[in-house]
């Protein structure tokens, strides 16, 4: 069948268990009690002209009509800073076939439901599905995209230049030492993978110069006190953190569950900056932090 059962009418086979808590096999089920939904789901994708798969949240979509009747937004349009104009990229579209399997009577097998196993209902949906609602939707997602990469990107700009200021200091403010220490170990052991960034995103070693005010090696030879030695280490270890810190790292902030996570890692560098610097959020970072939800961030 092409339209999903209700739950009434049969049960998912990945729902259900035997009395004894084995999961229900579809092979152990009669033919005359099994039920297949079939459903297609298209897949998009972009690449530029060598090939390259282009990721979606650097695509400036507003430059497309949401109609495919329509025309595209006139051709002297551009892009928004940052993004890539759709029209010079090509759109792929995969479309993969899906079976899942329902038990017809399932209570008279002997079947019953596991109390855990509810899951949220199938996307998959044709062009034609897809209401005014959903699009308005998409079209708002897209440009929560651009809004919170663009303050990323501004949040960047305004910790370089507090770290700048708070870096060129001779002494740690007091009582902040066991926390530069704690934070330089944990970047050593669980971050260290992070000293080497080098990337459009983030260069670990010219953030470190920066912030500093000059090359790290050369400052930790004219340190003349131990906390200034110190001060330098944990410049060091900061544009490490610093070099991770993209501008769309506010998308993805839930696999933060082990020491060595870069989602952690940025979380606990953005902690650091307020409690020890002094530093004050911002919406976005906040998201990052695990302080605040993305979707409620305002757009205007």
Known sequence: MTRQPSYNQARRIDR????????ARIEDVPVANRLAYVWADDTESWTDAEGNEVPEHVIDFDLLDDDEDDQDAPADDQPED???????L?????????TTWYVLGSDDLGLIERAYSYSAPSNAATAAEVSAAEKEAQKQERRRVRVLNA????????RIEKLTAWLARKT????SAPKVATFIATSMHAHH???GANSMQGNAAEIAATILGGQPADLLEQASTADRAQIIGLGIALAAREAHMWKDAWRNVTDRNYLGSTVRARADYLRFLVEVTGYTLSDVEQVIAGEKDAADVPLD
């Open 193 to 195: 993978d992070m000293f």
């Open 90 to 98: 090509t759109r792929h579209v995969t479309r993969e076939v899906e």
């Open 16 to 23: 259900l268990e035997t009395a004894a808590g084995a999961a």
């Open 82 to 88: 940052g993004l890539l104009d759709p029209r010079t």
């Open 151 to 158: 303050a990323s990107a501004t949040a960047r700009e305004v």
């Open 172 to 175: 740690l403010p007091k009582g």
